[in-house]
């Protein structure tokens, strides 16, 4: 697992090797970002390159120009003068058409790569297992798609061209500097001692703190989208005023955090203009004394000025660039841990075929442990004939969710094997897996669009005729048509146009449509009323008949339409018979049957 994965995402304090690791790891992804545009980039180098000098022979064609062309306008000789003028707008113009060139051409490049970044984010995340999305906030994933993308646009639209241009431009200033005039050349360089030193002041300091500002900034989203998903149980339990001093305190940690930085750039900005104007100063008192004494023209001291103060000009936007720097730093660790992290379950390296199945599922020596510190399910082995429906009892709890989700291959198993039809769940290709191994969740999640489309989902492609049929094999065609669209209607975001029994419904319906060899229902009817669970059950004996069903459910009711009951304990199958044996016998099957009935009257 990665540095910054799912256990350690919200760190601040690395070690020296972690920080090493994390560093490598960004520079990997972000050179494999920049790859596929990698002669793009070239090209936008060689055009800055080429622009900047343009700008920077500005100061030293005015030194050119008083100290040659002057002098010989006086003799009548305007020649020079002119000249020098015509390549000063030359160079002018060709600086400015380069620079929207370049301008134009880094856009261009840091749209591809954050396409690709996107994109890459979103597979990921499709791919990544179970394991990792029941430990890692949907809040946070929301937050590497939203507020670091956004940190790394920011750096790529305009923190990198403020770099790029800077840097060369003070090199290329301070070249021209040096050629000029070495002796302020060396005042110059006399500069850089406390000009760097102030520099890695605040790199030192900054870099923590925007570290801490992105964790803050990832808090406040995933605060905010847990509050926003949980917003039934928030009114259900009238937690308002709990929420708002836990936001509250998140967003004064963030205002904090933001102050501090502030806190560094007020000291940070007056320092470089400070340095900057004594730099000046000392160049103008030297370089005055130079030209009193006849060893320096007054062209190159005005160049020489020119330099200097053109030198430091881009050190205020360096800073900014530091800022978003920093912030698309923190936000590429963060995202670079995400697409790093192993699928818990791996896709076979050499997939095997199954083209059709017979719905046989059997479990040899099988253990799962949850984080390799906690037994769920002990060694066990277990068979599942071929269209036998059966139901898993017990106490929430029990493992019954796990078994389920160990067949539909959300898990794998710590030690032993489960298998379909004779082949190993971990060899089976993706594709056939899916097809033959189907699972109805509690939650019976909606995708926005209309029910049809919904519904297809189990067969991409179905036909009206084929979505219509699987819906009333189920019950749910009578309530669809009396919807305002019928099959059309937009169930809008999670299904709020229908109700809860209503989803469950249509994800049933999904599910047969799918067609699969085994069917998994996980407490699936728990959302349904009576009518409809009756519904349901007299579409189960019929739609399960020639197919392998595994249902977990507390209401026991749904247990009579199953050829055969398993009873968990603390992950350990206690009971196995058919409902009328286990019903006639005295073990935990027989009690919960016996309350349930009591229940009833």
């Known amino acids: ?102 301008t134009v051409l880094s856009a261009r490049i840091s749209q591809a790569v954050l396409i690709d970044l996107r994109k890459r984010v979103f597979l990921q995340t499709q791919r990544l297992s179970l394991e990792f999305h029941e430990s890692y906030t949907s809040g946070r994933i929301i937050s590497r798609q939203t507020s670091d993308l956004d940190a790394i646009r920011e750096l790529l639209d305009s923190g990198i061209n403020q770099l790029v241009q800077g840097l060369l431009y003070m090199v290329f200033t301070a070249i021209a500097l040096v050629t000029l005039d070495g002796v302020s050349g060396l005042v110059l360089l006399v500069a850089l001692v406390p000009l760097l030193a102030l520099t890695r002041w605040f790199q030192v300091r900054s870099q923590h703190l925007f570290r801490r500002s992105r964790t803050a900034s990832a808090s406040l989203i995933v605060q905010f989208v847990e509050t926003m998903t949980g917003i039934r149980a928030v009114k259900a339990f009238r937690t308002e005023p709990r929420n708002e001093r836990v936001f509250g305190k998140l967003v004064e940690a963030y205002r904090l955090v933001n102050a501090r930085v502030i806190q560094l750039f007020g000291v940070f900005d007056p320092g470089l203009i400070l340095i900057g104007n004594v730099t000046v100063a000392v160049v103008l008192l030297v370089g005055g004394f130079r030209v009193a004494d006849g060893q320096l023209a007054i062209g190159a001291l005005l160049a020489a ?162 979505i219509e049929a699987a819906a009333q094999a189920v019950g749910a065609h009578d309530f669809i048509v009396g919807l305002p669209g019928g099959y059309d209607t937009d169930v809008n975001k999670r299904g709020g146009r229908v109700s809860a029994g209503q989803r469950q419904l249509i994800s049933f319906a999904r599910a047969f449509l799918a067609d699969p060899a085994v069917l998994i229902l996980d407490e699936a009817t728990s959302s349904l009323d009576i009518p409809s669970e009756r519904l349901v059950q007299e579409a189960l004996q019929t739609l399960l008949s020639d197919r392998t069903a595994v249902i977990i459910a507390h209401r026991l009711s749904t247990v009579a339409i199953a050829d055969r009951v398993l009873v968990m304990e603390n992950g350990v199958i206690v009971e196995d018979g058919t409902p009328d044996m286990l019903i006639s016998g005295t073990g935990r099957f027989s009690k919960l049957h016996a309350a349930w009935r009591e229940s009833l009257v």
């Open 1 to 102: 697992m990665s540095v910054t994965g799912v256990e350690g995402e919200e760190r601040l304090d690395y070690t020296k090797a972690e920080s090493g690791q994390i560093r490598r790891r960004s520079l990997r992804l972000l050179g494999s970002l920049l790859f596929p545009v990698r002669w793009s980039v070239v090209v936008a180098m060689l055009v800055v390159v080429v622009s900047t000098a343009a700008q920077v022979a500005g100061p030293a064609l005015i030194a050119y120009g008083i100290d040659k062309g002057l002098p010989a306008l006086l003799n009548q000789d305007w020649m020079p003068l002119a000249a020098t003028g015509a390549v000063y707008l030359v160079t002018g113009v060709t600086g400015a058409l380069l620079i929207a060139w370049y």
């Open 305 to 466: 000025l020119l330099y200097t103060r053109r030198f430091f000009d881009p050190m205020e936007e360096m800073a900014m660039f530091y800022n978003s720097y920093q912030s698309a730093a923190a936000a590429l660790e963060k995202i670079s841990g995400v697409l790093e992290e192993q699928p818990g379950v791996p896709d076979p390296i050499k997939p095997v075929d199954l083209w059709t199945s017979t719905g046989a599922v059997q479990f040899e020596n099988v253990q799962f442990e949850y984080q390799a510190d906690r037994v769920i399910l002990p060694h066990f082995d277990l068979t599942l004939e071929p269209g036998q429906t059966i139901a898993l009892v017990g106490s929430t709890g029990a493992g019954k969710s796990t078994l389920a989700k160990l067949i539909s291959r959300f898990y794998d198993p710590s030690d032993g094997r489960v298998l379909l039809d004779g082949v190993d769940l971990r060899d089976l290709h993706p594709k056939d897996l899916r097809r033959a191994i189907v699972m109805v969740t509690q939650e019976a999640y909606l995708f926005s669009g209309s029910v049809a489309d919904n519904i297809a989902i189990g067969k991409p492609g179905a036909t009206r005729a084929e």
